[in-house]
């Protein structure tokens, strides 16, 4: 059943229209909240009407915002990090534009409160339905039977984004930590791997643990002399 019910909310996730749907439905959400829980769950009557207006313009805002920075071409199930801040700052425009329309349209009262909470709750419904996707995403997928255990070398940012596929993948190879000579990742975990050690104990570790099928060097920085080392 819970399968069933994460397949139908990542097929929501792909349709760009549906998308569009769900966030107007969060901003709609995000302005009730910033009412009731500056007012009461029942909005007095002298407010719905600022209520009503409130909601029309800040969806709108946002949504604008949010289409002119092209967030919703973005596959969310597979977003990148990179992805959920770019949501953020133009999330963040489309506020400012709202506060912009509340300043110079005398039609409509917004407490103060109330603006503060319609940012961060449009803010944590739309990253959390995001999150949600994503989530879905990770888990849908069973891990296969056999993979071959492999080692990174290099917990920069490369091999934090390889690790990452890697496990998001689930495909041939699992990585099971780092190798990386920064004295200050030494004993860290990196995209939930740990960095086990330099390079002066990967012979050690190797030896240690036959489990291990493969090495992977994720530095592109390094020269020719330095990748030798590591073969060697």
């Not at 349209?105 to 917004?110: H, N, Q, S, Y």
């Not at 407490?111 to 909470?117: F, G, K, W």
């Not at 930590?177 to 004295?183: A, E, K, R, T």
């Not at 036959?210 to 590591?230: C, F, K, T």
Request: charged fraction near 20%.
């Amino acid at each position: 059943m819970l399968r069933v019910a994460a397949a139908l909310w990542l097929k929501l996730a792909r349709k760009n229209r549906t998308v569009f749907l769900v966030d107007a439905l969060c901003l709609l959400l995000a302005t009730y909240l910033g009412y009731a829980l500056r007012l009461t769950l029942w909005i007095e009557l002298g407010f719905r009407q600022d209520l009503l207006y409130a909601a029309l313009a800040f969806t709108a805002c946002v949504l604008a915002a949010l289409y002119a920075g092209k967030n919703y071409r973005v596959l969310w199930p597979q977003a990148s990090v990179e992805e959920f801040a770019h949501l953020t700052k133009y999330y963040a425009l489309g506020y400012g534009l709202f506060l912009g329309v509340d300043h110079f349209w005398k039609g409509i009262v917004v407490p103060r409160t109330s603006l503060a909470i319609m940012f961060f709750a449009g803010l944590f419904l739309l990253g959390g339905v995001r999150a949600s996707w994503r989530l879905a995403e990770i888990s849908k997928s069973p891990p296969p039977k056999a993979r071959k255990r492999a080692l990174i070398i290099g917990a920069g940012e490369a091999g934090t984004l390889l690790a990452r596929d890697l496990l998001r993948r689930m495909d041939e190879l699992l990585p099971v930590g780092f190798i990386d000579d920064d004295p200050a990742k030494q004993g860290m975990t990196v995209a939930t791997l740990p960095v086990l050690g330099g390079r002066d104990r990967l012979t050690e570790i190797l030896e240690k643990d036959n489990a291990i099928h493969a090495a992977i060097i994720a530095l592109p920085s390094a020269d020719g002399s330095r990748i030798r080392e590591y073969l060697e």
